[in-house]
């Protein structure tokens, strides 16, 4: 497997978690998130331990990445952002 459908997979999966999302939801959601078919999907969620799954979230702790970072804090204004 790709590291770009990894990453997808696990970004997908975190955000059902997040949002509570049902595992009929997770199932599909992770398939159109990653573009991979449903047996993809299973390989990938048995295969996956519970501590490769927390040092991805560890090392990927900004659930939108980076943007929050790069406002002015000073300002409630988004024209600030550095796209």
């Known amino acids: 497997?790709?590291?770009e459908t990894?990453?997808?997979l696990f970004e997908a999966w975190q955000y059902c978690d997040d949002?509570?999302?049902s595992t009929e939801f997770m199932l599909q959601y992770m398939q159109d998130v990653a573009?991979?078919?449903l047996d993809c999907v299973i390989s990938f969620l048995q295969k996956t331990t519970d501590e490769?799954?927390?040092n991805f979230n560890r090392s990927n702790s900004d659930p939108?990445?980076?943007l929050g970072s790069e406002m002015?804090?000073?300002s409630m204004?988004?024209?600030n952002l550095k796209l």
Do not use: F, Q
């Open 1 to 3: 497997m790709k590291a």
């Open 6 to 8: 990894k990453r997808k």
């Open 19 to 21: 949002y509570d999302k």
């Open 35 to 37: 573009k991979v078919d």
């Open 52 to 54: 490769a799954r927390l």
């Open 64 to 66: 939108y990445g980076g």
């Open 72 to 74: 002015d804090t000073n």
């Open 77 to 79: 204004n988004y024209n």
